[in-house]
């Protein structure tokens, strides 16, 4: 009976073991099941984020989406989903399991999907106020911040800044950082009011000794979470007639055009060294590539998002599981995004006046438009600072840094 006893016990450990191991090294699933009059197909992908993408398949159309939301790897998390046909809209909201609501209603017309709080329609206002019953709230994807006002130029938004986010905005001498308590870092004793060889990467800001005239040989590198500066020498003279290409994690490339020189500055091993001549010079697009002369010359930026998948846009970024579109309408860009599952399928975002001013955190997208810089995440667009030097020098740049 005891050696019975003892190898029941020894089973049930090694079931159990092994049942661990399965949940630990499952990658995910996909399944489908339905939901009132959806068909929803469900993936799960635990190697990103615990990333669920959803394609709900209606007799008259089809949505997808997706979230980022640990369930356990818990299949069928779509417990309920209220729909509406609204001139024109296919209008759902889905309520997920433990009665979450994880997205704004969406409103599907012409193969895009709008949020329902940038939709200013009254039906469909009145069929929002009869999601209040799951808690549904319109306001929670509204900006009521207030307004904290530091100087006769700059308002900021504290009520807006996300835990862990650090924000750092350039200055006429250095920069302001943003991270719970404002510190102001002097780099220069006069101001510059014109920064071309200055960049944001990863937890820094590297800016060119702007005290010379006509060739410098000191980079300036700024914590963006401390506060704290080192300087990096290079050995050579680096002509003022040069612009930074971009940056591969902490690493940053300039190209020296008077010299005709690539350059990498690494901030880890606080070094500066050449790193290509004119006759073997490379650019990166999320590998590295060879490029002309000419195209350096021309000021050839790094795209570490780059992607030839989809067409017609003035830009596309394709990053983790989205893409990103940007599309020119006046003097403002207006930004999709689609899935990598269904490119046919997009959704309006926010606009943005400089395409050039994103940057993408896992759970937030930065961006400026006019003279304020925004982020964008479930709960809609917030804003961060209001910069009014903004509207005569669009030269002050801005950088997020998530710890």
């Given at each position: 009976m005891k050696y019975l006893f003892k190898t029941l016990i020894i089973f049930t450990a090694i079931f159990v073991i092994l049942k661990c191991l399965l949940f630990l090294f499952d990658t995910g699933h996909e399944i489908t099941y339905n939901v009132g009059n959806f068909k929803i197909k469900e993936?799960?992908?635990?190697?990103?984020?615990?990333?669920?993408?959803?394609?709900?398949?209606?007799?008259?159309?089809?949505?997808?989406?997706?979230?980022?939301?640990?369930?356990?790897?818990?299949?069928?998390?779509?417990?309920?989903?209220?729909?509406?046909?609204?001139?024109?809209?296919?209008?759902?909201?889905?309520?997920?399991?433990?009665?979450?609501?994880?997205?704004?209603?969406?409103?599907?017309?012409?193969?895009?999907?709008?949020?329902?709080?940038?939709?200013?329609?009254?039906?469909?206002?009145?069929?929002?106020?009869s999601l209040e019953k799951y808690g549904y709230d319109k306001n929670n994807y509204k900006d009521n911040a207030s307004a904290i006002k530091l100087s006769n130029t700059q308002t900021i938004y504290k009520d807006n800044f996300l835990e862990n986010h650090y924000i750092a905005m350039e200055t006429y001498k250095g920069l302001n950082l943003f991270?719970?308590?404002?510190?102001?870092?002097?780099?220069?004793?006069?101001?510059?009011?014109?920064?071309?060889?200055?960049?944001?990467?990863?937890?820094?800001?590297?800016?060119?000794?702007y005290t010379q005239n006509y060739n410098f040989k000191i980079f300036h590198v700024i914590n963006i979470i401390n506060g704290k500066q080192i300087d990096i020498r290079s050995y050579d003279d680096i002509s003022f007639d040069s612009y930074i290409e971009g940056a591969v994690g902490t690493d940053v490339y300039l190209f020296d055009k008077e010299n005709a020189k690539q350059y990498k500055i690494?901030?880890?091993?606080?070094?500066?060294?050449?790193?290509?001549?004119?006759?073997?010079?490379?650019?990166?697009?999320?590998?590295?590539?060879?490029?002309?002369l000419s195209d350096a010359i021309n000021g050839k930026l790094f795209n570490n998002y780059?992607?030839?998948?989809?067409?017609?846009?003035?830009?596309?970024?394709?990053?983790?599981?989205?893409?990103?579109?940007?599309?020119?309408?006046?003097?403002?860009?207006?930004?999709?995004?689609?899935?990598?599952?269904?490119?046919?399928?997009?959704?309006?975002?926010?606009?943005?006046?400089?395409?050039?001013?994103?940057?993408?955190?896992?759970?937030?997208?930065?961006?400026?438009?006019?003279?304020?810089?925004?982020?964008?995440?479930n709960q809609g667009e917030r804003k961060v600072i209001t910069n009014t030097e903004l509207e005569f020098n669009n030269d002050l740049n801005f950088g997020v840094y998530k710890k």
């Open positions: 993936t799960l992908n635990t190697k990103n984020n615990n990333n669920y993408y959803f394609e709900l398949t209606h007799e008259k159309f089809k949505i997808n989406f997706q979230i980022n939301k640990n369930y356990n790897k818990d299949e069928k998390i779509i417990k309920k989903i209220e729909y509406k046909n609204i001139d024109g809209y296919q209008c759902l909201l889905p309520i997920f399991k433990n009665d979450n609501l994880l997205t704004d209603a969406m409103c599907l017309k012409n193969n895009e999907i709008t949020y329902a709080h940038n939709l200013n329609n009254q039906k469909i206002n009145n069929y929002l106020k991270n719970g308590n404002e510190n102001t870092i002097k780099i220069f004793d006069n101001d510059v009011y014109t920064k071309p060889i200055s960049y944001f990467t990863d937890k820094y800001y590297i800016v060119a000794d690494s901030i880890k091993d606080e070094s500066v060294v050449e790193f290509n001549d004119k006759n073997n010079l490379q650019t990166y697009n999320g590998k590295w590539e060879d490029m002309t780059y992607t030839n998948d989809i067409k017609g846009y003035d830009k596309v970024d394709k990053v983790g599981n989205y893409y990103y579109m940007y599309k020119k309408e006046n003097d403002y860009y207006k930004v999709y995004r689609a899935d990598i599952q269904n490119k046919k399928i997009k959704t309006y975002l926010f606009n943005t006046t400089n395409i050039n001013s994103v940057i993408y955190l896992d759970d937030a997208i930065y961006y400026q438009n006019k003279n304020t810089f925004y982020y964008y995440n």
